[in-house]
């Protein structure tokens, strides 16, 4: 099977659950030295009307043996990688070309499976990426994961505790996959979540982005959020020059992005503020973070340097979550966006490792039992 073949977006089967493997193959990741296997698999999700959607992930197979109780199933989510073309991680991993893997090696070292999600419009999907949608897109596909590794009888994994990791719109994803899962797949036995440089309010952050020099960032995040929204239609913000910059920005990596839009967002759109819409607004209001409480033990940690993501973005998630009730823990770096994520690798596999050793946060509830209704909170 070819690899266009093996991503096609597959017809679902009728009654196909959430979680429901469709294919699955073996694959080679050349620049990892603890995989003792890789496995390329497409499953169902779900979009942000709960309608069943094709999704496509790499599952990494550790070398290392854990230490009984040690064991764990990694969800790991990266930074953005891009709009589309080869953006996917479960591709970039097999062809060699994802150029951030310290963290992914880490887990693999400790004995963890680690699964990544390619994300909504990646892989398998039809794209663009929903960028900035961690809500309405990303944290079901994570979650969805969980349970396909649980299903898929190729890979010959025993049910173990899993965590999430992620950081920036990474670990937006994995913040509201804690969030969702007591609702949205109860039967994932969830122990821990850590996010790093993380944003509770978007409708603070976008316009700061879209006047810097990440603004093709900004850019990105209104092609992604109108993909999700799909009552968003990018033609009602962006003019004549936007349409046709957007059609060609959803098959580009982000760096591609950032060279190819580096003037402010405004340059594109028809009015001076896009975000400054009603319907807009209200987007934005969905995708904050701390909306429940979370019932796993949340990690955030932050660069004190970091000009993408202020530091001050993280610390009112912070306070979001726990003005909620969440048990969440604060850990500052003296450092940027790029070298926080590399000097946090260590803190955060300890504080994950106690929240497996700490046992389920509930008794995870039967997968026929899930009725999937969501909290009026």
């Not at 992930?57 to 790991?76: K, N």
């Not at 990646?122 to 299903?151: E, M, Q, S």
């Not at 340059?267 to 807009?280: Q, S």
């Amino acid at each position: 099977m070819t690899i266009s073949d093996f991503y096609q977006t597959p017809i679902l089967r009728e009654g196909a659950r959430a979680g429901d493997i469709v294919r699955t193959r073996p694959v080679f990741a050349p620049q990892l030295t603890g995989a003792a296997g890789a496995w390329q698999i497409v499953y169902v999700s779900t979009d942000s009307r709960s309608q069943p959607i094709a999704a496509s992930a790499i599952v990494l197979i550790p070398e290392t043996v854990p230490e009984p109780g040690t064991g764990a199933i990694l969800l790991y989510c990266p930074p953005f990688r891009g709009l589309g073309g080869q953006c996917a991680p479960s591709q970039l991993l097999a062809t060699g070309a994802e150029y951030d893997i310290v963290g992914i090696e880490a887990a693999l070292a400790r004995g963890w499976v680690v699964a990544i999600p390619d994300g909504q419009g990646l892989g398998a999907g039809t794209g663009p990426h929903t960028f900035l949608a961690a809500r309405a897109a990303g944290a079901k596909p994570v979650l969805d994961l969980a349970r396909a590794i649980y299903r898929a009888s190729d890979l010959d994994l025993p049910v173990a505790p899993v965590v999430a990791w992620g950081y920036a719109d990474g670990g937006r994803i994995a913040a509201v996959a804690g969030e969702l899962q007591p609702w949205y797949a109860p039967e994932v036995d969830l122990r821990g979540v850590a996010a790093g440089a993380v944003a509770s309010d978007l409708a603070i952050l976008a316009p700061v982005i879209g006047r810097g020099a990440g603004a093709g960032l900004a850019f990105a995040g209104l092609i992604g959020l109108a993909r999700a929204y799909e009552q968003l239609p990018l033609r009602h913000v962006l003019n004549e020059d936007g349409l046709v910059a957007a059609a060609e920005a959803r098959h580009l990596t982000v760096v591609e992005l950032l060279q190819r839009f580096p003037q402010p967002l405004a340059h594109w759109c028809r009015e001076p503020d896009p975000w400054n819409d009603h319907w807009w607004r209200r987007v934005l209001a969905l995708e904050t973070l701390a909306h429940v409480k979370s019932d796993v033990p949340l990690h955030l940690y932050h660069g004190e340097l970091d000009l993408i993501v202020p530091v001050r973005a993280g610390r009112r998630a912070l306070i979001a979550y726990r003005q909620r009730g969440t048990k969440v823990d604060w850990r500052e770096y003296d450092g940027d966006h790029r070298s926080t994520a590399h000097w946090a690798l260590s803190d955060v596999l300890a504080r994950l490792t106690e929240d497996i050793a700490n046992g389920p946060v509930s008794p995870p509830t039967s997968a026929a039992a899930d009725a999937e209704v969501r909290p009026g909170a």
